[in-house]
């Protein structure tokens, strides 16, 4: 008996964190806000001098890169990020709808507590594999400077992974004018 309500157990635990991302524009609006943070907290920082040889007349060669545009930034923006969303778990909001969110306190949360260190192990896998999908195609994207802080969102779940049904509004209103 003991066996067969430790399997139901199992069972169910299972299907509800699989449950969880049902949801992948959720889960991907997650992401995308927790990489606005970064970038929204991001400080000033010089460019990188990577002048390092000397030429015959004593003179530096080599580059001077805009960091704004550098490698090293984008790899220290993502680098970290799905670290970072074990500090999400899954709400109930009401009967049908859940939202992510930022926890700051584990020790307060209304919800069971392994269910949502579960949830949070779950939204960071997903992460990886977002990332893994879209990130060569985000690290461009920082490095030419085209996401800033309030795109971020459309950008990721709409433009390069789909996780949010393809189009996206602006995209949408451009259509609805021609047709008018």
Not at 66 to 75: F, H, N, T
Not at 141 to 161: R, W
Request: net charge negative; aromatic share 6%.
């Amino acid at each position: 008996m003991a066996r067969y309500l430790l399997w139901l157990v199992f069972i169910f635990s299972v299907v509800s964190v699989a449950a969880c991302i049902d949801d992948k524009c959720a889960a991907c609006n997650a992401v995308a806000a927790e990489l606005e943070i970064q970038l929204s907290e991001e400080k000033p920082r010089n460019h990188l001098d990577m002048r390092y040889r000397l030429d015959s007349k004593g003179q530096r060669q080599g580059k001077v890169i805009d960091y704004r545009m550098s490698e090293l930034r984008a790899v220290e923006l993502l680098d970290g990020l799905c670290e970072k969303m074990q500090d999400y778990t899954l709400e109930k909001i009401d009967s049908s709808k859940r939202e992510w969110i930022k926890v700051d306190d584990w020790d307060i949360l209304s919800i069971d507590k392994q269910e949502a260190k579960a949830y949070s192990k779950d939204i960071s896998s997903y992460c990886g594999r977002l990332l893994e999908e879209t990130e060569d195609e985000l690290t461009e994207l920082i490095k030419k400077g085209s996401i800033k802080v309030g795109d971020v969102s459309k950008v990721l779940c709409q433009d390069l992974s789909d996780q949010c049904g393809g189009l996206s509004d602006r995209h949408l209103d451009d259509e609805d004018d021609d047709e008018l």
